[in-house]
C-alpha cells in the first residue's frame, strides 16, 4: 500500500506535467516553444556548435599562426576552424543566429546543410540568408508556423504595402505594388484564392488608392467590397466598356509625366521622372489597382463578335500591364488556370506579370502555367499542397526565388465592414464615375422606447 501510495504521488504529477507539455504542443505550439524547446534548443545548440559544423562539413584548416600559437600555449590537439558564432537571439518562433564565414566558405556552404543543422539542433527548419558579404543568418523555426497562421506584429505594412500572408520562415509575405507592379494568382475552388484576395482588398482599402474590380461571376467575389471600390464590372460587356478607360487614363498621365519633362532647362535633374513617383505631391494622380477575378472568363467565347470582343480586351490587359507601372496602375489578375489554351495573348499577359502565387491546382500543368517559368522547382511544392491546408499557396517571383505562404482567416463580413469604414477614401476618377457600384445604405436601426405604449380605454 504504500509503495502505491508513493507511486501515485510521484507517478501522477510526472503524468499531469507530461500530458499538460503535449497538449500545449499541440495546441499552442507558440508557448510550448517559449517555455519548453527554446531553452532546449539553445542547449543543444551551444554544447554541440563545433562538433556539428564539423560533421557538416563547414569548418576550414586553422592558420599556420593560429597552429603555433596553440601549440606554444598549449598541448591540446589543433582542431579545424568553424564560422564564428554571434549572438543567439530568440523570438516567438525560434532563434536567430549570425555566422562570419571562415575563409574560402561561401553562403552556399551553410544553405547546403540547414537539413543536417535541423536535425543536430532539434528545431522544425532552418533558413539562410546573406546579410552582407562574409556573414549570414541562420533563422531557426521552432515549429510548423503555417500549421496555425499568426501574423507578427512588425509587419512591414506601409503605403502600396500589404502583408497579405505568412511565410513558412516566420516572415510577413508583403505585397509591395513598387517592387512587383503586376501579380497573377492561381488556385482551385476552395484552395484560398478568395481569402489571399479579400486581404489584398482590405489592405489598399485604408490607403490613398482607387480600387478597380473586374468580376465576371456577376460580382459575387468583388461586390461585397463595392463601398470601396472606384469601379466594378460583374460581366464581360462592362469589362470591355471599363478597360478602354483605364487605358485612356494611363495614357493621360504619361501625357502628365511627358509635360513634366519638358520643363525649363534649368530644371534640377531630381526634379525630371520617369513616372508618376518622381511628380509634385500636388500634381501625382492616385494610384489604381486592378483586380481581375477568374480572368478566364474574359477568354471564353461563343460567337465572332465574342472573339473580337476578347481580342480588344486582351490588348488592352496587355497594354495595361506593359505600361501601366510608371503610370500608377497595378494588375491582380487571378483564375483557376491560365495557359496558352485560353487564347491568342494569354502567355504574352502572363509574361508581364512579375509576381506569381499558386494555391493548391488540380493538375501540374496549372502549377507549371504559375511557377515552371521562373522556378521549377517550386511545381512540385505547389502540387503537395493539401486541400485540407485552405490558403496554403507558393509565392515566387521572376527572380527565381520562392517560398511557401498561408494566407490567415478573414470573414467575408469583417472585409466588407473594413471596406464600409473607408468609403470615404475612395479617390474623385472622373473617367470612372460611371463604372462607380451603386451601394445601398444600410438602414439606422430604430431604438426600441423605454416604455412601451398602452392603449387608452373608455
Same mark, same amino acid.
Given at each position: 500500500?504504500?509503495? #502505491?501510495?508513493?507511486?501515485?504521488?510521484?507517478?501522477?504529477?510526472?503524468?499531469?506535467?507530461?500530458?499538460?507539455?503535449?497538449?500545449?504542443?499541440?495546441?499552442?505550439?507558440?508557448?510550448?516553444?517559449?517555455?519548453?524547446?527554446?531553452?532546449?534548443?539553445?542547449?543543444?545548440?551551444?554544447?554541440?556548435?563545433?562538433?556539428?559544423?564539423?560533421?557538416?562539413?563547414?569548418?576550414?584548416?586553422?592558420?599556420?599562426? *593560429?597552429?603555433?600559437?596553440?601549440?606554444?600555449?598549449? %598541448?591540446?590537439?589543433?582542431?579545424?576552424?568553424?564560422? !564564428?558564432?554571434?549572438?543567439?537571439?530568440?523570438?516567438? /518562433?525560434?532563434?536567430?543566429?549570425?555566422? !562570419?564565414?571562415? $575563409?574560402?566558405? &561561401?553562403?552556399?556552404?551553410?544553405?547546403?546543410?540547414?537539413?543536417?543543422? !535541423?536535425?543536430?539542433?532539434?528545431?522544425?527548419?532552418?533558413?539562410?540568408?546573406?546579410?552582407?558579404?562574409?556573414?549570414?543568418?541562420? %533563422?531557426?523555426?521552432?515549429?510548423?508556423? #503555417?500549421? *496555425? @497562421?499568426?501574423?507578427?506584429?512588425?509587419?512591414?505594412?506601409?503605403?502600396?504595402?500589404? $502583408?497579405?500572408?505568412?511565410?513558412?520562415?516566420?516572415?510577413?509575405?508583403? !505585397?509591395?505594388?513598387?517592387?512587383?507592379?503586376?501579380?497573377?494568382?492561381?488556385?482551385?475552388?476552395?484552395? +484560398?484564392?478568395?481569402?489571399?484576395? %479579400?486581404?489584398?482588398?482590405?489592405?489598399?482599402?485604408? =490607403?490613398?488608392?482607387?480600387?478597380?474590380?473586374?468580376?465576371?461571376?456577376?460580382?459575387?467575389?468583388?461586390?461585397?467590397?463595392?463601398?470601396?471600390?472606384?469601379?466594378?464590372?460583374?460581366?464581360?460587356?462592362?469589362?470591355?466598356?471599363?478597360?478602354?478607360?483605364?487605358?485612356?487614363?494611363?495614357?493621360?498621365?504619361?501625357?502628365?509625366?511627358?509635360?513634366? =519633362?519638358?520643363?525649363?532647362?534649368? /530644371?534640377?535633374? +531630381?526634379?525630371?521622372?520617369?513616372?508618376?513617383?518622381?511628380?509634385?505631391?500636388?500634381?501625382?494622380?492616385?494610384?489604381?489597382?486592378?483586380?481581375?477575378?477568374?480572368?478566364?472568363?474574359?477568354?471564353?467565347?461563343?460567337?465572332?463578335?465574342?472573339?473580337?470582343?476578347?481580342?480588344?480586351?486582351?490588348?488592352?490587359?496587355?497594354?495595361?500591364? =506593359?505600361?501601366?507601372?510608371?503610370?500608377?496602375?497595378?494588375? &491582380?489578375?487571378?483564375?483557376?488556370?491560365?495557359?496558352?489554351?485560353?487564347?491568342?495573348?494569354?502567355?504574352?499577359?502572363?509574361?508581364?506579370?512579375? +509576381?506569381?502565387?499558386?494555391? %493548391?491546382?488540380?493538375?501540374?500543368?496549372?502549377?507549371?502555367?504559375?511557377?515552371?517559368?521562373?522556378?521549377?522547382?517550386?511545381?512540385?511544392?505547389?502540387?503537395?499542397?493539401?486541400? &485540407?491546408?485552405? +490558403?496554403?499557396? @507558393?509565392?515566387?517571383?521572376?527572380?527565381?526565388?520562392?517560398?511557401?505562404?498561408?494566407?490567415?482567416?478573414?470573414?467575408?463580413?469583417?472585409?466588407?465592414?473594413?471596406?464600409?469604414?473607408?468609403?470615404?477614401?475612395?479617390?474623385?476618377?472622373?473617367?470612372?464615375?460611371?463604372? *462607380?457600384?451603386?451601394?445601398?445604405? *444600410?438602414?439606422?436601426?430604430?431604438?426600441?422606447?423605454?416604455?412601451?405604449?398602452?392603449?387608452? /380605454?373608455?
Amino acid at each position: 500500500m504504500t509503495d #502505491l501510495m508513493t507511486l501515485l504521488e510521484v507517478g501522477g504529477p510526472l503524468a499531469a506535467l507530461g500530458g499538460g507539455t503535449a497538449y500545449t504542443r499541440a495546441k499552442y505550439p507558440a508557448l510550448y516553444w517559449s517555455a519548453v524547446g527554446g531553452p532546449i534548443s539553445t542547449a543543444r545548440l551551444l554544447s554541440s556548435y563545433t562538433s556539428v559544423m564539423e560533421a557538416c562539413g563547414l569548418t576550414v584548416a586553422p592558420s599556420r599562426l *593560429r597552429v603555433l600559437a596553440v601549440k606554444a600555449t598549449t %598541448r591540446r590537439e589543433v582542431r579545424p576552424v568553424p564560422p !564564428r558564432r554571434g549572438i543567439i537571439r530568440p523570438t516567438s /518562433t525560434g532563434l536567430r543566429i549570425r555566422l !562570419r564565414l571562415a $575563409p574560402g566558405q &561561401e553562403p552556399a556552404d551553410v544553405a547546403a546543410s540547414a537539413e543536417r543543422l !535541423r536535425h543536430a539542433w532539434g528545431v522544425h527548419a532552418v533558413y539562410v540568408t546573406t546579410v552582407k558579404p562574409g556573414v549570414v543568418e541562420l %533563422r531557426l523555426v521552432g515549429y510548423d508556423v #503555417l500549421r *496555425r @497562421v499568426r501574423m507578427p506584429r512588425k509587419t512591414g505594412s506601409g503605403f502600396l504595402k500589404v $502583408p497579405v500572408a505568412l511565410r513558412e520562415d516566420a516572415m510577413p509575405f508583403v !505585397r509591395d505594388y513598387r517592387t512587383v507592379p503586376h501579380q497573377l494568382t492561381l488556385g482551385a475552388t476552395l484552395s +484560398g484564392k478568395s481569402m489571399y484576395l %479579400r486581404h489584398l482588398i482590405t489592405g489598399l482599402a485604408p =490607403q490613398p488608392v482607387a480600387l478597380v474590380g473586374i468580376d465576371c461571376k456577376r460580382g459575387v467575389e468583388l461586390a461585397p467590397f463595392a463601398s470601396r471600390l472606384s469601379a466594378l464590372a460583374t460581366d464581360p460587356d462592362e469589362a470591355a466598356e471599363l478597360l478602354p478607360v483605364l487605358v485612356k487614363e494611363m495614357e493621360d498621365r504619361y501625357d502628365l509625366i511627358k509635360a513634366r =519633362q519638358g520643363i525649363a532647362p534649368d /530644371t534640377p535633374d +531630381g526634379e525630371i521622372t520617369s513616372d508618376i513617383w518622381g511628380l509634385p505631391e500636388s500634381e501625382r494622380p492616385v494610384p489604381v489597382a486592378l483586380f481581375v477575378d477568374e480572368v478566364a472568363e474574359l477568354f471564353l467565347t461563343a460567337t465572332r463578335t465574342d472573339e473580337e470582343r476578347r481580342d480588344e480586351m486582351v490588348t488592352q490587359l496587355i497594354r495595361l500591364a =506593359q505600361l501601366g507601372r510608371a503610370a500608377g496602375i497595378y494588375l &491582380e489578375v487571378c483564375g483557376q488556370r491560365f495557359g496558352a489554351e485560353l487564347g491568342k495573348g494569354a502567355t504574352m499577359l502572363r509574361a508581364q506579370l512579375t +509576381g506569381r502565387v499558386c494555391h %493548391r491546382v488540380n493538375d501540374e500543368a496549372s502549377a507549371k502555367m504559375a511557377l515552371g517559368d521562373i522556378a521549377p522547382e517550386a511545381v512540385s511544392a505547389a502540387c503537395a499542397i493539401a486541400p &485540407e491546408l485552405p +490558403g496554403l499557396a @507558393v509565392a515566387g517571383d521572376t527572380s527565381g526565388g520562392w517560398s511557401r505562404i498561408r494566407t490567415p482567416y478573414l470573414s467575408l463580413g469583417d472585409a466588407a465592414e473594413i471596406c464600409r469604414e473607408s468609403a470615404h477614401l475612395v479617390p474623385d476618377l472622373a473617367a470612372l464615375k460611371r463604372f *462607380r457600384p451603386d451601394v445601398s445604405v *444600410r438602414p439606422a436601426e430604430t431604438p426600441a422606447p423605454a416604455v412601451l405604449p398602452h392603449p387608452v /380605454t373608455d
